[in-house]
């Protein structure tokens, strides 16, 4: 099951693109409506805020005054805090049972306005975020919900600026046009992502790469840090450090459009355990024709973003030989270069491919980190 984290700023049109995700087939689970629903009346969860910050957070009729909430908390991290702290599990909660309650087969989508804010972007395999110019947000607020402009920009200001979504947005929909615009938008990601990206996590099979060279790509050190944050989170306490590796870790080298991530754990014993817990992000321990189980080779599910994570002992040759043939070709990029890609044909030759780059590198480098010390 493929879980999605759809975001964006207060009127960016989120609730347009879930619309579409619902109609071409996605299950929605709405955070904005798990958190009306844990504070009804006669709810535990009512009953805290009321604990918590006292009658005054009750209307005329019982219920939960939000704007009179939103008074005590805005602008006030301590009771902000004290509100999440009350909120969250009871959320958490809820949207479990939600996701346990879908339909088989479905691709879940989990409406989260503030991902980013909250930084939960690395607890899903894919990350959508929508996004409009502060000036259309504007304008939405004041036609749509009677905001004054100061108000807006407020709400606006109190969020997340777009830098910070663009580093957590595995796909960007600019949902500044048109509906029929964006509604096209929503179902190429259906049809060429999405779908394809759930149908390999079910049946644990990575969707064919392109591993032609191409040239360096400026953003995958940016890419990097979001995947590396996912696995990370999956492995925890395995984790002993993450790096960048490979070719594409080398800026400005031609490269087949992979992610190579390095986990350093303590002892390849971890790695069976590892398994479902990355298969949570995305990364699945493939059984790859004629090979057999991988062993500390992960390979990602999204067909948009190919990835390969080596799971490898901490200051192991393998672990160390990767680090030292980054380092050299970023130091010494013209020699580099005579280095050439890593040549494959497909999965089940790329992590040979790589080692066999490494290899190529390895005297020089070795002779450069002797030289340099």
């Known amino acids: 099951m493929l879980r999605v984290g759809l975001t964006g700023g207060i009127g960016a049109g989120k609730s347009t693109v879930a619309t579409c995700l619902v109609e071409l087939g996605a299950t929605l689970v709405d955070a904005d409506k798990i958190a009306r629903e844990v504070v009804v009346p006669g709810s535990v969860g009512l009953a805290r805020l009321v604990e918590q910050f006292g009658t005054g957070v009750l209307d005329a009729d019982g219920g939960l005054d939000r704007p009179g909430l939103g008074e005590i908390v805005f602008g006030d991290p301590a009771a902000r805090q004290r509100l999440n702290d009350i909120l969250h599990p009871l959320i958490g909660q809820r949207t479990a049972e939600l996701i346990a309650e879908a339909p088989t087969g479905s691709v879940i989508v989990q409406d989260v306005p503030l991902i980013v804010e909250g930084a939960m972007s690395a607890s899903f395999p894919l990350v959508i975020v929508v996004h409009a110019p502060e000036s259309e947000r504007v304008r939405r607020l ?200 890593p040549v494959a044909g497909g999965h089940a030759d790329y992590a040979d491919a790589v080692n066999a780059w490494v290899g190529r590198a390895l005297t020089p480098a070795t002779e450069w980190a002797s030289a340099t010390g």
Do not use: C
């Open 142 to 341: 004041i036609e749509d919900r009677g905001m004054t402009e100061d108000a807006a920009r407020a709400r606006i200001a109190a969020q997340a600026d777009d830098a910070a979504r663009r580093a957590a947005a595995d796909a960007w929909l600019d949902n500044s046009g048109p509906a029929e615009a964006v509604r096209s938008a929503v179902e190429r990601l259906w049809t060429d992502r999405l779908r394809p990206f759930d149908t390999a996590l079910r049946n644990g099979t990575p969707p064919a790469w392109s591993l032609e060279p191409v040239p360096s790509d400026p953003t995958w050190p940016q890419q990097y840090e979001r995947l590396a944050a996912r696995v990370e989170r999956a492995a925890g306490d395995a984790a002993v450090r993450l790096d960048h590796i490979g070719p594409a870790s080398v800026p400005g080298l031609v490269s087949p459009d992979v992610i190579d991530v390095q986990l350093a754990v303590r002892s390849l014993d971890e790695v069976t355990g590892l398994a479902p817990k990355l298969a949570a992000v995305g990364f699945l321990r493939p059984e790859l024709s004629g090979r057999g189980e991988t062993g500390g080779v992960f390979l990602s599910a999204d067909p948009a973003r190919p990835t390969i994570v080596h799971v490898r002992e901490v200051g192991s040759a393998g672990y160390r030989e990767a680090l030292l043939v980054r380092d050299w070709m970023r130091a010494v990029p013209d020699h580099a270069e005579t280095i050439g890609p």
